[in-house]
């Protein structure tokens, strides 16, 4: 079992990433929700996750700072990127060491085909919206 935490203040926007993979892979993964990157840092402390999937601009804990403070230390974490503001913060995210980066709203083909990879997982769903 892959667990993947998925980081969003905007609570639709991380229900539709947690259902959209919890559909596409059923059985091959948890998804965990948190609403901000202190409440990520959180739930890393206490679970082993295998892939995060990030916004970048978010209220207490933004996501390049979350990165920053996961990629300094040498876990492997992989980590996906994303954002519907500026591109900037996406290439930012991606010079500190990131999986990938994806713009919102999300291409759901490829996003599900780089999760995949990531996790070395098939889609058992597709996934039709």
């Known amino acids: 079992m892959n ?9 639709l926007d991380r229900r539709l990433i947690a259902g959209v993979l919890n559909t596409s892979f059923s059985n091959q993964i948890a998804v965990i929700e948190a609403s901000d990157g202190i ?6 402390k206490n ?8 916004d970048l601009v978010m209220p207490n804990l933004e996501g390049i700072e979350l990165i920053r403070k996961l990629t300094q230390k040498p876990n492997n ?7 519907g503001r500026n591109p900037y913060y996406l290439l930012m995210a991606k010079k ?11 291409d759901k083909e ?7 990879k990531i ?8 996934v039709h919206i």
């Open 3 to 11: 667990f993947v935490l998925v980081v969003d203040d905007n609570s």
């Open 39 to 44: 409440e990520a840092l959180h739930i890393i």
């Open 47 to 54: 679970q082993k996750i295998d892939l995060i999937i990030t």
């Open 77 to 83: 974490t992989n980590i996906i990127a994303v954002s």
């Open 96 to 106: 500190i060491g990131v999986n990938s980066i994806f713009t919102k709203p999300i």
């Open 110 to 116: 490829k996003f599900l085909i780089t999760v995949g």
């Open 119 to 126: 996790l070395n997982i098939s889609l058992t769903h597709k």
